[in-house]
T-cell receptor, first 116, second 112 residues
Framework: GAVVSQHPSWVICKSGTSVKIECRSL??????MFWYRQFPKQSLMLMAT?????????EQGVEKDKFLINHASLTLSTLTVTSAHPEDSSFYIC????????????FGPGTRLTVL | GQQVMQIPQYQHVQEGEDFTTYCNSS?????IQWYKQRPGGHPVFLIQ?????EVKKQKRLTFQFGEAKKNSSLHITATQTTDVGTYFC????????????FGRGTQLTVWP
């Protein structure tokens, strides 16, 4: 089946620094990738939809300048949390759609971000 | 506001008992998907329903899509400890691709 990887799986950083999270589709090309945020025991909150070669579409309430998304190729999308603060600590998950599969989204393993 | 409502939020059952989680949307959905997330893991796709009134089975799991395509349910018969996790429904409006509107999930605990 289609595999999506994320790197790093966990990261601890100091307040004010920036953190980059990578999402890769390993065995398929993904024209669309999605970035979610999940708080403990809560649902997935869609942050943005990332389309290869174009600007990401952000959900209402998500700061574009704080959460920078780059989808430079059909297999890689990156999320950069800029000037991170403790309230940015969360579980960030990406997913990708496989064009041939009827709408199924394949999720990466997630990245646990802790901002001190 | 929340697009897809899911209940219950938590369910604790004895192994062998049945379990059902329900999803309801205020708008008609083009399709609905179900995902399972194990503790500490990421969501894993279970199934997609597209047709009005559709019923699909996967071993002990039965998925239904309502006639009006606004609600759906997941029923597990004779739960096992391996069924532990959070079950999410996620619906789409309009296109069969694009963003999913996730329910808040039902966290299932199974006691041996």
């Amino acid at each position: 089946g289609a595999v999506v990887s994320q790197h790093p799986s966990w990261v601890i950083c100091k307040s004010g620094t920036s953190v980059k999270i990578e999402c890769r589709s390993l065995d398929f090309q993904a024209t669309t990738m999605f970035w979610y945020r999940q708080f403990p025991k809560q649902s997935l909150m869609l942050m943005a939809t990332s389309n290869e070669g174009s600007k990401a579409t952000y959900e209402q309430g998500v700061e574009k300048d704080k959460f920078l998304i780059n989808h430079a190729s059909l297999t890689l999308s990156t999320l950069t949390v800029t000037s991170a603060h403790p309230e940015d600590s969360s579980f960030y998950i990406c997913s990708a759609e496989l064009a041939g599969a009827p709408g199924e989204q394949f999720f990466g393993p997630g990245t646990r971000l802790t901002v001190l | 506001g929340q697009q897809v409502m899911q209940i219950p939020q938590y369910q604790h059952v004895q192994e062998g008992e049945d379990f059902t989680t329900y999803c309801n949307s205020s708008t008609t959905l083009s399709n609905i998907q179900w995902y399972k997330q194990r503790p500490g893991g990421h969501p894993v796709f279970l199934i997609q329903l597209v047709k009005s009134g559709e019923v699909k089975k996967q071993k002990r799991l039965t998925f239904q899509f309502g006639e009006a395509k606004k609600n759906s349910s997941l029923h597990i018969t004779a739960t096992q400890t391996t069924d532990v996790g959070t079950y999410f429904c996620a619906g789409r409006r309009g296109s069969t691709l694009g963003r999913l509107y996730f329910g808040r999930g039902t966290q299932l605990t199974v006691w041996p």
